[in-house]
């Protein structure tokens, strides 16, 4: 059963800057694509990155230019690296990981922007 762990979250000013880690305990990491969502209060579940087995990138449009994702194959980790963030980033951030029908997800982290 994979399992991931997410951290980072946190409470920050606007125009600060967070990075959210995302672990997982599968030993073939570098087959899945992994990707970040969240959801505010009220809203439903949306993606804000996604980066596939091979690297590809996307984002939603809200967050291009200031989100950047990355992974690690060799730590099994995958990155969110937030810059410039704006009250309505403030939503529990869950990190996925899928290949073919199989998908999973993380705990959920919180991050709050507020001044």
């Known amino acids: 059963q994979v399992q991931l762990v997410e951290s980072g979250g946190g409470l920050v000013q606007p125009g600060g800057s967070l990075r959210l880690s995302c672990a997982a305990s599968?030993?073939?990491?570098?087959?899945?694509?992994t990707g970040w969502y969240r959801q505010a209060a009220g809203k439903q579940r949306e993606l804000v990155a996604a980066?596939?087995?091979?690297?590809?990138?996307n984002y939603a449009n809200s967050v291009k230019g200031r989100f950047t994702i990355s992974r690690d194959n060799a730590k099994n980790t995958v990155y969110l690296q937030m810059n410039s963030l704006k009250p309505e980033d403030t939503a529990v951030y869950y990190c996925?990981?899928?290949?073919?029908?199989?998908?999973?997800w993380g705990q959920g982290t919180q991050v709050t922007v507020s001044s």
């Open positions: 996925n990981l899928g290949r073919g029908s199989f998908s999973a």
């Open positions: 599968t030993i073939v990491f570098s087959l899945y694509n």
């Open positions: 980066i596939t087995s091979g690297g590809s990138t």
